[in-house]
């Protein structure tokens, strides 16, 4: 299982075929199964079915896996991707370069669009950054939580926004259209965890399988491979989270 941060249909086009890739290695080490891909709408689907257990293995974001840790839930950190041979890459909060928005201080008073409420960049360790810059819900123009990663780049182009907040492949995925960075922050890479309670020679077939992936097979998921993941990786953004509690709104 995983999220959509995209349009379903996009994550659909780039899991899919990499799914079929990883099925076929397992069963090549003598598992006869068939993985289903299931892709929820909404961060919120998505943590439910993590909560409940109702999965085997999924691909999650990092604010969520520590949401996911903090109920309970009974997830086990598999790998994570890698960013350009590391474990780590960055959000941004952003805005239009003719937008008239220079520094962090210059947000007071403006429009602000956030991803999912739950999302690593489009929320937590934006508003963490906010907080440190000495802005709270109540210094803003108003702001709105519009979901998907692209709907914030677009609504921020389309000058419905003035400033926003995403991860960095979607700011170059949009450059085109006049954005700019304000302030950069540091997250970890997506977590692929399995069920605890799933066949320990099964999470470990996944984990090698993952760990070692055909490099033709990443091509559909840009992304340049996956790595051992350590609980000490998300420690920064654990105590981001709880500044981003002082946000409000």
């Known amino acids: 299982m995983t999220y959509a941060a995209e349009r379903p249909s996009e994550e659909l086009r780039k899991i899919e075929p990499f799914q079929r890739h990883v099925e076929a290695v397992l069963n090549a080490k003598g598992f006869n199964l068939r993985i289903e891909l299931r892709i929820f709408s909404t961060y919120t689907e998505a943590q439910e079915a993590l909560y409940s257990g109702n999965f085997d293995f999924a691909r999650i974001g990092p604010a ?8 309970k839930a009974p997830v086990r950190l598999l790998v994570m991707e890698s960013h350009q041979g590391d474990t780590f890459f960055e959000g941004a909060i952003f805005t239009r370069s003719d937008s008239g928005v220079t520094s962090m ?7 602000f669009a956030f991803g999912e409420q739950t999302s690593t960049t489009g929320a937590y360790l934006a508003q963490a950054a906010l907080v440190q810059a000495g802005i709270k819900a109540s210094d803003l123009g108003g702001f709105e939580y519009l979901g998907r990663h692209d709907k914030v780049a677009l609504a921020v182009a389309a000058g419905t926004f003035d400033v926003g907040a995403t991860n960095e492949r979607t700011i170059e995925k949009y450059a085109g259209r006049g954005l700019k960075k304000l302030k950069t922050f540091v997250t970890p890479t997506q977590a692929w965890v399995v069920n605890e309670r799933l066949d320990g020679r099964l999470a470990d077939a996944m984990r090698t399988a993952l760990l070692h992936v ?17 609980e000490s990786y998300f420690d920064e953004l654990r105590k981001a989270m709880r500044l981003s509690r002082q946000f409000g709104g």
């Open 64 to 71: 969520n896996y520590v949401l996911a840790r903090e109920r």
């Open 105 to 111: 201080a210059d947000i007071k008073g403006k429009r």
């Open 214 to 230: 055909d490099q033709n097979a990443l091509k559909y998921i840009d992304r340049d491979g996956f790595l051992p993941g350590r």
